[in-house]
């Protein structure tokens, strides 16, 4: 019998990573059948039968409302696809979405929201590290639901690794890789001082972080930082 963890591990992921990457092939249609039989589902029937609901908790207002809006758009218009096609087995996929304001209170709030009274199948499309990394602690805490977090947009750490890295799909590169990339070719060119201006919260701390990590096997240090408000 089939877990709510290992469906959506290797069933709604497949369909839902479909434009991203196919190495997973049919597995969804195996997984995801049409009939809602608890027996099928391992569950009492919903979320498993009827619509796949995703829960969204971004920036949809204030400054950094470009970057969960845009998301939105984007995963949109293929989902949109997805269901004019008949959606996955005959099950539409919608987005049940709330705007936190790029904020960790109003994220947190939202993913209680979600997750106790909406009961997404998973959480989707979070945008922010401020955020993300304060809604990672109800993931663990609330694990026996097992509510996953895909493709949040951070390149945070801490959803890449103990203790929770196993609650998050990832889809971007992590601060650490691209901070990594941009030391690595700024000493390439014999650019070797370094400074760092970054936001003063978990944000600009993770790319701080990564600019440090980068420099030291090349037996540099930063050379000069300096931090700004989130949103000023």
């Known amino acids: 019998m089939l877990t709510r963890k290992e469906l959506i591990r290797y069933g709604l992921a497949a369909a839902v990573l479909a434009p991203w990457g196919r190495a997973l092939g049919g597995t969804a249609s195996r997984f995801l059948q049409a009939d809602s039989d608890p027996a099928a589902t391992g569950s009492g029937g919903p979320p498993y039968s009827g619509e796949i609901v995703l829960g969204v908790s971004a920036a949809f207002s204030g400054p950094s409302r470009g970057l ?37 209170d109003p994220c947190v709030e939202n993913t209680m929201k979600l997750m106790l009274e909406d009961q997404v199948f998973l959480l989707f499309g979070y945008v922010g590290t401020p955020t993300v990394t304060r809604v990672l602690p109800l993931l663990k805490k609330f694990q026996d639901e097992n509510i996953f977090m895909f493709f949040p947009f951070t390149g945070a750490q801490p959803q890449r690794q103990p203790p929770y890295g196993d609650f998050a799909f990832n889809l971007r590169a992590s601060y650490a890789q691209e901070t990594a990339g941009l030391v690595n070719n700024f000493v390439s060119i014999g650019k070797e001082r370094i400074a760092v ?26 050379a000069g930082e300096a931090t700004y408000s989130r949103g000023a």
């Open 68 to 104: 969960g809006t845009e998301l939105y758009r984007g995963a949109s218009a293929y989902f949109s696809r997805v269901n004019e096609a008949g959606g996955i087995n005959g099950r539409r996929i919608v987005l049940k979405m709330y705007d936190d304001g790029y904020q960790p």
């Open 197 to 222: 201006f970054y936001q003063a919260d978990a944000y600009g701390r993770s790319g701080w972080a990564g600019v440090r990590a980068a420099l030291a096997p090349h037996g540099l240090r930063i």
